[in-house]
């Protein structure tokens, strides 16, 4: 599956994928951290609901809304 332009998803360690966004700021690039999940498949729809603007994200704890299990 094919990921959404500056989305990535980083296997930090077992049960855990963090998803972070590139974003060009002049002529340097920034990344984001948004949030994490427990499995790859989760993260992955986070990312497609997210390109659309569909999710939501806390603040101050990272967590997205709607929930993606």
Known sequence: MKLAE???IRHARRGCYEVTK???VGK?????YLTNFRNQKAAKKF???HAKGEVTIDPETCIPTPDFK
């Open 6 to 8: 500056g989305y990535e």
């Open 22 to 24: 590139t974003v060009e």
């Open 28 to 32: 340097s690039t920034k990344c984001h």
């Open 47 to 49: 990312i497609e609901a």
